[in-house]
Nanobody
Framework: QVQLVESGGGLVQAGGSLRLSCAAS????????MGWFRQAPGKEREFVAA????????YYADSVKGRFTISRDNAKNTVYLQMNSLKPEDTAVYYC?????????????????WGQGTQVTVSS
């Protein structure tokens, strides 16, 4: 079993930055691919970014490419999401998740363990 705890969310003005963290306990994350998803009110959960277990491969949704950066520190059992040039449409609850099996990288069903989420609100 893996427990994931996200932090770093908050209220920021458009154009600002936030750095989300996802800390794990129960298992080492170094064996797993990781992803960040987000869900806005009334919308489905959507893919934001993913990173391979080694950190050598990263994937981004088109909507965040060039603005967000996913990274990981396996020694700290933590995954990060640096979010720059934030827009009001980035407002959502952000979730990190573990992908332990070779399933979809882009869809929520491909991930096995989820954190409780952290709220990001971008004001215009």
């Amino acid at each position: 079993q893996v427990q994931l705890v996200e932090s770093g969310g908050g209220l920021v003005q458009a154009g600002g930055s936030l750095r989300l963290s996802c800390a794990a306990s129960g298992r080492t994350l170094s064996m797993y691919d990781m992803g960040w998803f987000r869900q806005a009110p009334g919308k489905e959960r959507e893919f934001v970014a993913a990173i391979s277990w080694s950190g050598s491969s990263t994937y981004y949704a088109d909507s965040v490419k060039g603005r967000f950066t996913i990274s990981r520190d396996n020694a700290k059992n933590t995954v990060y999401l640096q979010m720059n040039s934030l827009k009001p449409e980035d407002t959502a609850v952000y979730y990190c998740a573990v992908r332990s099996l070779p399933r979809s990288v882009l869809l929520p069903y491909g991930y096995d363990y989820w954190g409780q989420g952290t709220q990001v609100t971008v004001s215009s």
